[in-house]
């Protein structure tokens, strides 16, 4: 019967609930949708988090209601298609309606009798549908277990979880249906607030609100009714933007701690400059080396003693200097020996200062 698929099964060894010795992350360990095959008897994996806040009345009595109208609306269905007094089009001079505004009519009115009939009758259970991707369904399922046993969804009316195993054969692009039960789908409150959940705290693809009477009368998205399979969409219950701004949410979550990594970037980014200020005095010290008054002897004689730290600093506050005295003479032609005698003997090299009027006083005398 339909139904079972929704029920927990007894004594099913890929079943998890508190009172099995196996903890829960070493089951999901053990059992992974991935690796479960399904060779016809273990089709889902059961995960249940606690028991109901409402427990399904009169579920015989509600199917076989709901089974007879269903029928009855299945035949009226077929009865539009083959009625050629029903145009293809509607026509607004007429007021006659086409084919497809009188199904969608009578499907509506289903769509409400059967939720009358699982209230009246109190078969009000469904779950959310969630397809995930083979290649990431063991992680989905892994956080969505974890969730309704000690997660933020076992704060909701959440209390089961299934997810359907591996095909027999491979099948490529293959997606896994994972149903998490709410005790009544009717209560859009509650749905709603395990929608944000699944958003927010999992980033999971909601396919819609299925109850579990559809299931057991087997109303899917090929059924002949064209009844829509599912009594809630995501959009009657949260506004697209809201939807994509929760998920976004949850991704973003995820890749926070990769955004750790550019922060230090910029505080050395900001630390390059600092050591490139440097360069420019080299420059400077290049220009005050041309001096006349120098020779070749003196820069080589001296370049050891130079490379120590404290002369480069001495070095680099006197090059300082020496470039800013040329603007404070208003006319260089006029007493250039002067100042040029003035720099010499205020160089330190006293000398070496000395040497070169010697020297030229000896090459006189040749």
Request: net charge positive; aromatic share 6%; proline share 7%.
């Amino acid at each position: 019967m339909l139904q079972s698929e929704d029920s927990l099964p007894s004594s099913y060894k890929y079943t998890w609930s508190k009172d099995v010795e196996l903890s829960l992350p070493d089951f999901l360990t053990k059992f992974k949708p991935s690796m479960v095959q399904n060779d016809g008897t273990k089709p889902w994996i059961w995960v249940k988090g606690s028991d109901p806040l409402v427990e399904d009345v009169g579920v015989e009595d509600a199917i076989k209601e709901a089974s007879d109208y269903l029928n009855e609306v299945t035949e009226k269905i077929e009865n539009v298609k083959n009625d050629e007094s029903i145009p293809l089009r509607s026509n607004k001079k007429t007021g006659a309606k086409s084919k497809k505004e009188v199904r969608e009519k009578i499907q509506a009115e289903a769509s409400k009798k059967l939720e009358e009939i699982a209230v009246s009758r109190g078969y009000l259970s469904g779950k959310w549908l969630i397809f995930a991707p083979s290649d990431k369904v063991d992680m989905i399922w892994s956080n969505i277990a974890t969730s309704i046993v000690s997660g933020p969804l076992s704060s909701t009316s959440v209390y089961l979880a299934k997810v359907a195993t591996s095909p027999d054969s491979e099948t490529s692009n293959a997606q896994h249906l994972i149903c998490v039960y709410m005790p009544n789908v009717y209560d859009k409150e509650s749905v709603t607030q395990v929608m944000k959940l699944l958003l927010r705290n999992h980033g999971v693809n909601l396919s819609g609100v299925k109850s579990n009477l559809y299931t057991s009368i087997g109303i899917d998205s090929k059924h002949a009714s064209g009844i829509q399979s599912t009594i809630w969409k995501n959009s009657t219950l949260i506004p697209e933007p809201e939807s994509k701004a929760l998920k976004d949410a949850f991704f973003a979550n995820l890749s926070t701690p990769q955004a750790v990594v550019p922060v230090k970037c910029d505080v050395q980014a900001v630390e390059l400059p600092t050591t490139s200020k440097v360069k420019p005095k080299l420059k400077l010290r290049k220009k005050v080396d041309d001096n006349p008054f120098e020779s070749d002897n003196e820069e080589s004689e001296t370049l050891p003693a130079k490379k120590s730290i404290a002369n480069k600093a001495k070095r680099t506050e006197t090059d300082n200097k020496k470039p800013e005295e040329p603007p404070l003479s208003p006319e260089p032609k006029k007493g250039g020996v002067k100042v040029k005698a003035k720099r010499a003997s205020s160089s330190g090299d006293e000398d070496n200062g000395e040497e070169r009027p010697k020297k030229k006083r000896a090459a006189a005398k040749r």
